[in-house]
């Protein structure tokens, strides 16, 4: 299989190598020539790659070829190097301000919750099947994924987080959002601050869902772990009144305030205006579109990196909301990015 792989990438054809969470088959979508194709609707087949910003074209990767293989891998432990990397106190500086700022505005406007975020560039030596496998070794309760094409570039990640699982008119998904550190042996010991900001992307779900589920579920909320980071998550269940209503109820969904904030159009301006620099799409949303019939698999593209030659950029975020500090969200930002660093 990673023969295949090399091939497509030596004649710069795109593909996808992707792992859904605690299985250990890859499946490879491949297409047979360079065009880049975008999704029209969510009937159409392939794999959707979607940029944070909504009202940008969604690429669509077409399954020319589908093949599944059986992932076998030496087992990494789950452990992610405790070595914080070095950030030079002006981009430390400059986060916090851009914190204190959302704080601010929070506190004093209409917006209530906004995800902020940053990128880190870092050189490796590392071959980028190389960095692939360290992924998937070391994260098997995330949907790990290789994205190239060769007008869009590499992307990988390791999310933690599912948008939509759709089948039989049945969906579900997930508000994940409030994050500690992993401490060994204990566990979480949540504050208000993560409560409140993780129930604010729950009840924005259920809201999104209601006009269009005929009966909806929601989990207790639960400490999940993800490598390093403890999070809060509530498990969200529903059946669809009708096919028809699955485009509204995703884009009713994307970006969720776990990615975004609350309300969402504040949140989108204040991220455009403030964070200075283009998310691409970190916090987008990617995965399977009717490989098999109707079904959807869909991920926010999290814990993710760009890789360029022998550079990555990887982006890491997390919730503002008024009860912020900003020392400890650049610690937060710092602790995510080791997820991504570690396989570098
Ligand atoms: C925006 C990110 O995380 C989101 C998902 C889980 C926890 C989050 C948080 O605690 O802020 C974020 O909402 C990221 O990892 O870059």
Redesign the pocket.
């Known amino acids: 299989m990673w023969n295949t792989v090399t091939t497509l990438l030596k004649d710069k054809l795109p593909f996808v190598l992707y792992r859904l969470p605690n299985t250990e088959e890859l499946v490879l979508i491949a297409q047979k020539d360079s065009t880049l194709h975008f999704a029209l609707s969510f009937k159409d087949e392939g794999f959707i790659f979607a940029p944070f910003d909504f009202k940008k074209k969604k690429i669509l990767l077409k399954p020319d070829t589908v093949l599944n293989f059986k992932v076998n891998l030496e087992p990494l432990a789950n452990k992610v190097s405790s070595t914080k990397p070095n950030f030079d106190q002006e981009t430390k500086e400059r986060y916090k301000g851009l914190i204190a700022n959302a704080i601010s505005e929070i506190k004093n406007g209409k917006l209530n919750k906004v ?1 902020l ?1 940053r990128s880190i560039t870092v050189n490796t030596k590392k071959s980028h099947s190389a960095i692939f496998q360290q992924l998937l070794s070391k994260y098997n309760q995330a949907f790990c994924y290789w994205f190239f094409h060769p007008e869009i570039g590499t992307w990988m990640g390791a999310t ?2 599912r948008l939509l699982g759709f089948t039989n008119n049945k969906l579900t998904t997930t508000a ?4 500690i550190p992993v401490e060994d042996a204990k566990n979480p010991s949540w504050t208000n601050k ?1 409560i409140e ?1 993780q129930n604010m ?1 729950t009840e924005f779900i259920e809201a999104s869902l209601t006009p269009y589920c005929k009966e909806l579920n929601i989990s207790e909320t639960k400490s999940y772990r993800a490598a390093n980071l403890w ?1 809060l998550k509530t498990n969200i269940a529903a059946e669809i009144d009708g096919e028809d209503k699955l485009p509204l109820i995703i884009e009713g969904l994307h970006p969720t305030p ?2 975004c904030g609350l309300p969402k159009s504040l949140a989108q301006t204040f991220i455009a205006t403030n964070e200075g620099y283009d998310r691409e799409y ?2 987008g949303y990617l995965g399977s579109l009717n490989l098999e019939k109707d079904k959807l698999d869909l991920f ?1 593209n ?2 993710c990196m760009q890789l360029k030659g022998n550079k990555a950029t990887v ?5 503002i909301t008024e009860s912020s500090v900003p020392e400890k969200e650049w610690e ?2 710092v602790n ?1 990015s080791l997820t991504m660093l570690a396989v570098l």
Not at 315 to 319: A, E, F, I, L, S
């Open positions: 995800v975020s933690p987080e994940l959002a409030g994050t993560e900001e992307v999070h776990a990615v970190y916090t926010v999290l814990r982006y890491v975020g997390g919730g937060e930002t995510k």
